[in-house]
């Protein structure tokens, strides 16, 4: 009878404690996947994808050529419709905004992405492959919009 009693015991505790393990608190959400530093296509920049609060962001922290050859100095968000904007930096500027990760699709949607070449905002939707993420901006309808290919950088670690 002893070892009966012991042995639920032993089974109640295993189960507290796996219960605790695998409760949604402690599983790493799949949308954190896009979490890191990611190059678009054409390479000339490196964004930063973080997570804050429940929503995901992405600015830019790299630039090839971060010096404005006109003037010598950082290259700020010159083409901004907002002529308020047009003295940011575009290091440190956050271009994605917003994206909420649905586990369903697999994609993360509801966000933006702004274009600092041409100073447009899209609507976007996001969805990663093999460290590869497919990133489409659009106006109005998906199907009418472009997708750019961007790729994770893995950065390595120092010893």
Do not use: H
């Not at 890191?36 to 490196?46: H, I, T």
């Not at 460290?131 to 659009?138: C, F, K, M």
């Amino acid at each position: 009878m002893k070892k009966i009693i012991t042995l639920i015991g032993a089974l109640a505790l295993l189960f507290t404690i796996s219960s605790f393990t695998s409760s949604p608190a402690s599983v790493q959400d799949g949308g954190d996947d896009i979490i890191g530093l990611w190059e678009p296509s054409n390479g000339k920049a490196r964004v930063k994808i973080e997570k804050i609060g429940s929503k995901y962001y992405g600015k830019i922290v790299w630039l090839r050529e971060p010096i404005d050859p006109a003037t010598q100095k950082p290259k700020v968000d010159k083409n901004n419709e907002d002529e308020k904007m047009r003295n940011v930096p575009l290091r440190g500027y956050r271009m994605l905004k917003d994206f909420v990760y649905d586990e369903e699709s697999k994609e993360w949607s509801g966000g933006t992405i702004y274009d600092p070449e041409s100073g447009s905002l899209y609507s976007c939707v996001i969805t990663m492959k093999n460290d590869v993420l497919d990133i489409r901006g659009y106006v109005g309808v998906k199907a009418l919009g472009r997708t750019d290919t961007w790729k994770r950088i893995k950065i390595k670690k120092k010893n």
